[in-house]
């Protein structure tokens, strides 16, 4: 049985830090490439960040410079660090392993950006 969990969502102000972490089961994780995607209220689903198998990331233009996507395949984890966080961030960030709508999905996790 596949899953994935995510952690580490939460209530942040403007500016602040906060680190998602997706627990993966079920699949052998080194060899799936990993993704983060979020969705805000009313809008469509987006990828915000991308790891694959050798190491490479992509981001979104809107994140870049202040999300870093990591994975420890030894311990079967992707994690984002988002740092400088702002408004438009708030949404509920979910972990997806295969990048791909198909793929396997976590439950997400909320993020909240407010002051």
């Known amino acids: 049985q596949v899953q994935l969990v995510e952690s580490g969502g939460g209530l942040v102000q403007p500016g602040g830090s906060l680190r998602l972490s997706c627990a993966a089961s079920?699949?052998?994780?080194?060899?799936?490439?990993m993704g983060w995607y979020r969705q805000a209220p009313g809008k469509q689903r987006e990828l915000v960040a991308a790891?694959?198998?050798?190491?490479?990331?992509n981001y979104t233009d809107s994140v870049k410079g202040r999300f870093t996507i990591s994975r420890d395949n030894a311990r079967n984890r992707a994690y984002l660090q988002m740092n400088s966080l702002k408004l438009e961030d708030t949404a509920v960030y979910y972990c997806n392993a295969g990048i791909h709508a198909n793929g396997y999905w976590g439950q997400g996790t909320q993020v909240t950006v407010s002051s």
């Open positions: 079920g699949i052998r994780f080194s060899i799936y490439a």
């Open positions: 790891i694959f198998r050798d190491g490479s990331t």
